[in-house]
């Protein structure tokens, strides 16, 4: 074959062919790109949704409902900075530090939260009101609070974390503790326990939903229906306590910890439990085993169930008690009752951006108000 035709066929007269008889060195393979993270509808990763790190006891069951909030809010697309997050005082009311760092955020005294949400959603009715109480703050100091903030509905979701004790001051009975608990500091209870769900549904609430902290699939629609209901949504969250629901014979328990504590500070053994997670189907019943050794039955409510049955689902929660049973699911729904903004003709524009000159009364206007006195 002539050089010319050499060329033709692509290789140059002039031009050996490489050799392929020996070894030949792989290809370099270029590292995989680093995927985005995935954002949402409003532009926004789960990243922007978390808050500062836990100082609850490792395994606390309102880390868990902190983050089915995270995801919930995630999933709708909520804004954080038109957030309001509310608490009182308890270890439930510590959670709101930990999700939605870009929110607002208010601690206010034990029990008074409601009163502070009814204000905070008056002077600026765009926003939305997460509040997180437990079962202290909201059933024993804020029993009155809680009820009166359902009564004039008020636009928020109000989550109670309820582990039947005091967590914060040393696990003492909190007024949903069941009838002969027994704690190993304070002994056993009588009283019955106050059911917060039948309280809220007496009062008046529109929203009513209980769950376990638990099953995060269940936590995290309750949450998203919550969030997009418009009135007072109360959701009744069982979180047992890791630390003061224990034994004496574990080597984690309180009293083990106490015995081996170390001198040269005050501590107190905290025990490292793994969080208690479930999934069951509707209508579905299991036994779940805490961290001290009892255990609690909960039922899921069957698909068939009607929420909108105000008188039903008290006798749902009646019976559940009489059966030593916690019924989960929504529980109630009344999407037809007015808002405290409705009922008190609140103007379309939040209070907080009203310009002063329709904020503060003439001097005219306030001499007709005193003469209505005289």
Do not use: W
Request: glycine share 10%.
């Amino acid at each position: 074959m002539t050089g010319a035709g050499r060329a033709a066929d692509g290789i140059g007269a002039d031009v050996k062919a490489p050799d392929t008889t020996g070894p030949v060195s792989p290809a370099p393979v270029s590292p995989p790109a680093e995927r985005a993270p995935a954002v949402n509808s409003a532009g926004l990763t789960k990243n922007d949704y978390r808050g500062l790190p836990s100082t609850l006891c490792p395994g606390c069951g309102h880390d868990s409902i902190s983050s089915r909030i995270i995801d919930a809010c995630y999933q709708l697309g909520v804004k954080p900075h038109q957030v309001l997050k509310l608490s009182g005082i308890g270890c439930s009311s510590k959670s709101p530090a930990y999700f939605l760092n870009g929110a607002h955020g208010i601690n206010t005294v034990h029990g008074r939260m409601p009163s502070v949400a009814t204000g905070a959603m008056l002077a600026q009715r765009n926003h939305l009101a997460l509040a997180v109480s437990g079962d202290g703050d909201s059933g024993s100091i804020g029993l009155g609070q809680f009820k009166h903030v359902i009564r004039r509905n008020v636009p928020m979701v109000y989550i109670i974390e309820n582990n039947g004790v005091y967590g914060l001051t040393k696990g003492q009975f909190s007024a949903t503790a069941d009838e002969g608990q027994r704690l190993k500091a304070v002994g056993l209870n009588e009283l019955p326990a106050l059911d917060l769900c039948a309280e809220a549904i007496v009062a008046g609430a529109g929203f009513v939903a209980r769950s376990f902290a638990g099953d995060a699939r269940q936590v995290t629609e309750l949450l998203k229906a919550a969030i997009r209901f418009g009135g007072t949504a109360i959701i009744d969250v069982v979180s047992p306590c890791v630390t003061f629901n224990n034994h004496d014979e574990s080597t984690k328990s309180y009293s083990y910890g106490k015995a081996h504590e170390v001198p040269i500070h005050d501590v107190t053994f905290v025990p490292d439990f793994e969080e208690i997670r479930v999934d069951y189907a509707p209508g579905e019943v299991v036994t779940v085993q805490l961290h001290d050794g009892p255990a609690v039955q909960l039922r899921k409510l069957d698909r068939e169930y009607d929420p909108t049955d105000r008188l039903g689902a008290l006798r749902l929660i009646e019976e559940g008690q009489r059966a030593g049973q916690l019924i989960t699911g929504l529980l109630y729904i009344d999407p037809g009752r007015r808002t405290l903004l409705d009922t008190t003709h609140i103007v379309p524009t939040p209070l907080a951006l009203l310009p002063e000159a329709l904020t503060r009364p003439s001097r005219e206007s306030l001499r007709e108000v005193m003469a209505q006195f005289r």
